[in-house]
T-cell receptor, first 112, second 113 residues
Framework: NAGVTQTPKFQVLKTGQSMTLQCAQD?????MSWYRQDPGMGLRLIHY???????DQGEVPNGYNVSRSTTEDFPLRLLSAAPSQTSVYFC???????????FGPGTRLLVL | TQLLEQSPQFLSIQEGENLTVYCNSS?????LQWYRQEPGEGPVLLVT?????EVKKLKRLTFQFGDARKDSSLHITAAQTGDTGLYLC?????????????FGKGTLLTVNP
């Protein structure tokens, strides 16, 4: 049972490039979400999903897209990277709204 | 936008000392969670409190939920170097989305040997 996995661990992009951050969980959880963590800002919700085929925006969704075609996977896409998107990105999952939320190890992204 | 204030932002103490960190909001929580995050890793859930006045203990850690469910505290007794990390509180607000958690900015604790 690997829990929540994220790839890559580190990534450097140039402004304007696109990329996809991968997230997978093997716990059959319905709820998945993406957060970004910046110094002095805490964790902020980007997008979330309450099940396959269902996604919604969080607190800071601009510049990011998501899709949820399977229960296991919840990729985050940066369409045109900007320096303001330099951050640490965490994926999380849980079975239900009040259940324990499990975080992945994070992806550290630097946009030059 | 509902805000969740944590204090202090930074705390550096010696091993063996006691400490308390706080999490406050002007809004009522339906539930509140505390997480610990170590460098280079994701946050790990420590506890969830849901009832006003609730007290939960996890070894040397004591969590308290305010009677009005607007605030919470984490008390560590006889801190150890292994307690070093970022402590985050996260709340689900009454009347808000059942799914969304709002995180505080965290308290960075350093326990020196």
């Amino acid at each position: 049972n690997a829990g929540v996995t994220q790839t890559p661990k580190f990534q450097v992009l140039k402004t304007g490039q696109s990329m996809t951050l991968q997230c997978a969980q093997d716990m059959n959880h319905e709820y998945m979400s993406w957060y970004r963590q910046d110094p002095g800002m805490g964790l902020r919700l980007i997008h979330y999903s309450v099940g396959a085929g269902i996604t919604d925006q969080g607190e800071v969704p601009n510049g990011y897209n998501v899709s949820r075609s399977t229960t296991e996977d919840f990729p985050l896409r940066l369409l045109s990277a900007a320096p303001s998107q330099t951050s640490v990105y965490f994926c999380a999952s849980r079975q239900g709204a009040g259940e324990t939320q499990y975080f992945g190890p994070g992806t550290r992204l630097l946009v030059l | 936008t509902q805000l969740l204030e944590q204090s202090p932002q930074f705390l550096s103490i010696q091993e063996g000392e006691n400490l308390t960190v706080y999490c406050n909001s002007s809004s009522v929580f339906s539930s509140l969670q505390w997480y610990r995050q170590e460098p280079g890793e994701g946050p790990v859930l420590l506890v969830t409190v849901v009832t006003g006045g609730e007290v939960k203990k996890l070894k040397r850690l004591t969590f308290q939920f305010g009677d009005a469910r607007k605030d919470s505290s984490l008390h560590i007794t006889a801190a150890q170097t292994g307690d070093t990390g970022l402590y985050l509180c996260a709340g689900r607000y009454s009347g808000g989305s059942n799914y969304k958690l709002t995180f505080g900015k965290g308290t960075l604790l350093t326990v020196n040997p």
